[in-house]
C-alpha cells in the first residue's frame, strides 16, 4: 500500500525551529514529485514547498529563506526544516506526492497531488 506518515510536528515558541520528516512506502519517492503543504483553522490547505522530479524547488512567498525542503531517497524519504517561526505558521502540516505528469499540470498545488499523508500539527506560541 502507498504510504505518507508526517512526524516531527509539536508546540514551538515563536522564534523556534522545528524538523517535519514524511516517510514513504509502497512507491519510490525519487520518482515523484514531492511536497509540503499546510492547513491552518478555517483556512483552505496551501502550498508550502515542493521539489519536483528533476530537482526544482519552490516556496511560498510567506516561509522563504525560512523554511528548507529536502529529501534523502536512500530512505526514502522528505524533511522540511522550519527556523524562525512564528504563530502564522500555526497550522497542520501535510507531505504530499505528485507524479511528473501531475505536478507538470497543476505544480505546487492541492490539486495536483497524488498521495498524502494525514498530517502533523505545528503550533507556534506568541
Known amino acids: 500500500d502507498v504510504q505518507l506518515v508526517e512526524s516531527g510536528g509539536g508546540l514551538v515558541q515563536a522564534g523556534g525551529s522545528l524538523r517535519l520528516s514524511c516517510a514513504a512506502s509502497?512507491?519510490?519517492?525519487?520518482?515523484?514529485?514531492i511536497g509540503w503543504f499546510r492547513q491552518a483553522p478555517g483556512k483552505e490547505r496551501e502550498g508550502v514547498s515542493c521539489?519536483?522530479?528533476?530537482?526544482?524547488?519552490y516556496y511560498a512567498d510567506s516561509v522563504k529563506g525560512r523554511f528548507t525542503i529536502s529529501s534523502d531517497n536512500a530512505k526514502n524519504r522528505m524533511d522540511l526544516q522550519m527556523n524562525s517561526l512564528n504563530p502564522e505558521d500555526t497550522a497542520v502540516y501535510y507531505c504530499?506526492?505528485?507524479?511528473?505528469?501531475?505536478?507538470?499540470?497543476?505544480?505546487?498545488?492541492?490539486?495536483?497531488?497524488?498521495?498524502w499523508g494525514k498530517g502533523t500539527l505545528v503550533t507556534v506560541s506568541a
Open positions: 509502497g512507491f519510490t519517492l525519487d520518482d515523484y514529485a
Open positions: 521539489i519536483s522530479s528533476d530537482g526544482s524547488t
Open positions: 504530499a506526492a505528485a507524479s511528473p505528469i501531475s505536478f507538470y499540470s497543476a505544480g505546487c498545488n492541492v490539486q495536483g497531488m497524488d498521495y
